[in-house]
């Protein structure tokens, strides 16, 4: 019984992961560009790998990144590219 309420958890969580949390990458046409998200994420790798941490970090790390530039952008919000770098390293 224990395993059907998990696997209905694990559902409820990847759907919302897909379907409410999901991210269209609207804000890279919107000022900042994929040059900028690239430079970002390749300074976080070349961070991980200076400390010897999981490169996972980097992906979820930008997952973040991105739902948050995108959620800004769709409620009106304009973020420079100074906005975005603070928000990166954060």
Do not use: P
């Not at 958890?9 to 804000?27: F, L, P, Q, V």
């Not at 952008?73 to 590219?81: A, E, M, R, T």
């Amino acid at each position: 019984m224990k395993h059907f309420i998990a696997v209905d958890k694990i559902r409820a969580m990847m759907h919302n992961e897909t379907e409410t949390y999901s991210c269209c990458g609207s804000y890279l046409k919107q000022g900042i560009g994929e040059d900028w998200r690239l430079k970002i994420c390749n300074w976080a790798y070349d961070v991980v790998d200076h400390f010897k941490y999981d490169r996972e970090a980097v992906a979820l790390a930008m997952s973040y990144l991105d739902r948050f530039m995108d959620y800004s952008i769709s409620n009106g919000l304009h973020l420079s590219k100074k906005c975005f770098q603070l928000s990166a390293i954060a």
